[in-house]
């Protein structure tokens, strides 16, 4: 199982938010290859990268930051979300070597967008599942949508979507600790591959999280317990491996 290191960014910087609320904000650094090179070091062959501030525009706002990323650690498979909404957003991250796009908002506002990618790339997409309050969310998580998640995830394996980031919005950047139910809610609507975010905070969560339905599960996502020291990267690779 992968863990995905995150790396957030608002303004060139590397952040963490509380409940994806923009106005609670923490700033790590203002180096982010800095950033990427500890977690490299640590272990890491995954990255995790939100463009926080293309999120909430509607379109890539930290482009050029994360390419720099990009290029400066050409080994690392990284995927990267926030803002992207067309397919020319999409072809320049993967002509630049992103491994994996991360698509939300555009998605959960037009299910039918996936039909226009070519079947190729499909196979590089992820779509954030990211509940609230019961419901999706999309707009840098401040809004939520009406779109049945069931029947959401159904027609996305249909069409050749085969893996899902699974986000509990409530419990992301909180350092209160997962929520098994609430994963497990989703995680049964979905029979191709997840990753688990949102809460991992100690190494309980990320014992918890494997010894779940590892058929479906592709790794985890820790964010703010790295940054705040909760969870050692190199400890997590580890029991992961």
């Known amino acids: ?8 960014i608002i303004e060139g910087k590397c952040v963490r938010l509380s409940r994806g609320d923009y106005a609670l904000k923490t700033i790590y650094s203002d180096n982010l290859k800095d950033i990427a090179k500890n977690w490299i070091s640590n272990g890491t062959k995954f990255i995790h990268i939100v463009d926080l501030d293309g999120a909430k525009a509607g379109n890539p706002t930290n482009i050029q930051n994360i390419l720099d990323i990009r290029k400066s650690f050409p080994n690392i ?3 990267v979300g926030g803002g ?17 796009i991360i ?3 555009k998605v959960l ?18 779509i954030d599942i990211a509940v609230k309050d019961g419901k999706l969310a999309g707009d840098g998580w401040e809004k939520t949508e009406s779109e049945n998640i069931k029947s959401f995830i159904e027609y996305l394996e249909i069409n050749e979507i ?3 980031i699974i986000t509990d919005i409530s419990k992301d950047g909180m350092m209160k600790g997962i ?16 990753i688990i ?14 010894s779940m339905d590892k058929s479906k599960i592709n790794g985890m996502i820790i964010g703010k317990a790295l940054y705040e020291d909760s969870i050692k990267l190199s400890e997590a690779i580890d029991e992961c491996s």
Not at 84 to 100: F, L, Q
Not at 109 to 126: G, H, P, T, V, Y
Request: aromatic share 8%; hydrophobic share 40%.
């Open 77 to 79: 498979f990284i995927q």
């Open 109 to 126: 506002k037009n299910r039918e967008f996936i039909l226009s990618l070519d079947k190729s790339f499909r196979q590089r997409i992820a």
């Open 103 to 105: 698509l939300g908002t």
């Open 1 to 8: 199982m992968i863990i995905y290191p995150a790396i957030d």
């Open 84 to 100: 992207i909404r067309t397919i020319d957003t999409i072809e320049r991250y993967i002509s630049h070597g992103v491994d994996r």
């Open 179 to 194: 929520s098994k139910n609430s994963i497990n809610s989703i995680l049964n609507y979905i029979t191709t591959s997840a």
């Open 197 to 210: 975010s949102g809460g991992v905070t100690t190494m309980d969560d990320v014992r918890t999280i494997l």
């Open 162 to 164: 085969k893996m899902f």
